[in-house]
């Protein structure tokens, strides 16, 4: 490896690409780029994956599987990959890049020549619920039920136009035929046995999200308390720099977090009722899509702002 290494985005001109490569200029890295009348041109873009050390791919999921396949024609000379679309976050061959997931996650990213960013949905709802699982408290086929709302900025161009120039819509549910790209992912990383149903929304504003898992805790092992669920939480993600495990609040704004790399995770729980509800806040495009990337790049590269 170079010095300093070098990065190429491919398909840096979309959101999460756009947002990637203008906060790499805080790393120590060299950005390849090449001509924007070229960045579909299959010779110039393997040219540059040549030229790379690692190379984030920002594309849909069957640009990203082709990227993947060209970059394999390079042999020897292949970089190493992280891929930001869904297309291989369920694949054993790759590494699920969510530093936080097990304690030896960090070093399975630092090591890995192919990493999956996580999906934004999905990082709020395995870091909820892979932590209890992984305790023995909520059975793997616990019938989880996942409600979660994020702003506009990840939905894609249409959606963000939609909003931006012709006012969108004040709240709106929508994947609701129950298959939702980014269920298996949170199904798979969970360690559930039984696929969750999940119900996404999106609300008029840009940035932000919140993931809201409730419980019955009598149907949990044990007599579970929500101070007990707080606890797992807490020791799970302790020293953490990103992950924070918050007192209950009686009000949550899904934009808080905007702008941050940092998900704060909280238990709100009923004594008398014996119910809680579990919450994830974060930026969809923070930890949720760009910041995680800034995570495994860091990772990845042996950068010291992992």
């Known amino acids: 490896m170079t010095q300093k290494p070098v990065i190429f985005i491919d398909g840096e001109a979309g959101t999460t690409g756009l947002e990637i490569r203008e906060r790499l200029s805080a790393l120590p890295v060299t950005l390849f780029s090449i001509d924007p009348a070229r960045r579909k041109d299959p010779a110039a873009r393997k040219d540059a994956m040549a030229a790379a050390d690692l190379v984030v791919l920002c594309l849909p999921d069957d640009a990203s599987r082709e990227a993947v396949h060209m970059a394999a024609t390079l042999g020897d000379a292949a970089p190493r990959l992280l891929d930001a679309s869904t297309a291989y976050r369920t694949d054993p061959a790759w590494v699920y890049g969510f530093p936080e997931l097990a304690k030896s996650q960090d070093r399975a990213i630092a090591s890995a020549l192919r990493v999956s960013n996580p999906g934004c949905y999905p990082t709020g709802a395995i870091a909820l619920l892979r932590p209890l699982v992984d305790a023995g408290v909520l059975d793997a086929r616990y019938p989880v039920c996942i409600n979660a709302v994020s702003g506009y900025s990840g939905g894609g161009r249409s959606m963000i136009e939609a909003h931006e ?142």
């Open 165 to 306: 120039h012709e006012g969108g819509p004040a709240f709106e549910l929508y994947g609701l035929s129950l298959e939702h790209k980014h269920v298996p992912e949170i199904h798979q990383h969970a360690n559930l046995a039984r696929r969750p149903v999940f119900v996404p929304s999106v609300g008029h504003f840009a940035r932000g999200m919140i993931v809201s898992i409730p419980l019955h805790l009598d149907d949990l092992k044990g007599h579970i308390t929500g101070s007990d669920l707080h606890t797992i939480l807490h020791e799970h993600y302790a020293g953490q720099a990103h992950v924070r495990v918050m007192p209950h609040e009686p009000k949550l704004s899904a934009e808080a977090l905007a702008g941050s790399d940092n998900m704060e995770l909280r238990v709100h729980a009923s004594t008398q009722n014996r119910q809680a509800l579990l919450t994830a806040r974060l930026d969809n495009l923070g930890k949720g899509a760009s910041g995680a990337a800034l995570q495994n790049i860091s990772l990845m590269l042996g950068l010291n702002d992992a």
